[in-house]
């Protein structure tokens, strides 16, 4: 089945301090592997693709195929990164795409 | 270019009756998917049009749609609404083979 896991509705964390978003994924295959952000008042927007290998904002995600997963990563937080986070899975071009949860990250002071 | 806008931006209906939701793709786009964002719950996947044909269709009852016009805008119809049919429904464009999409900022259905 395909699908996209994120475990924690809702994180915590201090401004300065590492963040590490987690998702786990199934899929039968090479999925194309995403992190979506929706910040306040605003439409849900691509924040990176696993392909492009690229920080975006000071976020980084690796893809571990071995342990199914696609952690977002930022050594140090800060207050405007506070928003909803989406992890999310297409199969190929032109195809759906299969989203988790969501994760809200709230920045404290 | 505004990117991709739809209408409206709220709607409220009562159980029964059919709705129809609308969306622009962005300029250049030629691709438009349709997800339901649950209270909650992330976006989940409706149908896809390319080409004024329904390219890829969900989990979705036969309620649930749709059209794209020559002009690559597109239409969400759904039909007999029920309570849980209440949502944001989401818009997304894309250029044929390439897999990024952009989103529009939802509509959101309330059913009473």
């Known amino acids: 089945a395909q699908r996209v896991t994120q475990p924690e509705k809702l994180l915590s964390v201090f401004k300065g301090a590492p963040v590490e978003l987690k998702c786990n994924y199934s899929?039968?295959?090479?999925?194309?592997l995403f992190w979506y952000v929706q910040y306040s008042r605003q439409r849900l927007q691509l924040l990176l693709r696993?392909?492009s290998r690229e920080s975006i904002k000071g976020f980084t995600a690796d893809l571990n195929k071995g342990e199914t997963s696609f952690h977002l990563k930022k050594p140090f937080a800060q207050e405007e990164d506070s928003a909803m986070y989406y992890c999310?899975?297409?199969?190929?071009?032109?195809?759906?795409?299969?989203f988790g949860k969501g994760t809200r990250l709230h920045i404290l002071p | 270019d505004a990117g991709v806008t739809q209408s409206p931006t709220h709607l409220i209906k009562t159980r029964g009756q059919q709705v129809t939701l609308r969306c622009s793709p962005k300029?250049?786009?030629?691709?438009v998917s349709w997800y339901q964002q649950a209270l909650g719950q992330g976006p989940q996947f409706i149908f896809q049009?390319?080409?004024?044909?329904?390219?890829q269709r969900g989990n979705f009852p036969d309620r649930f749609s749709g059209h794209q016009f020559p002009n690559y805008s597109s239409e969400l119809n759904v039909n007999a609404l029920l309570l849980g049919d209440s949502a944001l429904y989401l818009c997304?464009?894309?250029?044929?083979?390439?897999?990024?999409?952009?989103f529009g900022p939802g509509t959101r259905l309330t059913v009473t």
């Open positions: 997304a464009s894309s250029l044929k083979g390439r897999v990024e999409q952009y």
């Open positions: 899929y039968s295959g090479s999925p194309e």
């Open positions: 696993h392909i």
């Open positions: 999310a899975l297409s199969g190929n071009r032109d195809d759906k795409i299969i």
């Open positions: 300029s250049g786009h030629d691709t």
């Open positions: 049009y390319y080409e004024e044909e329904e390219r």
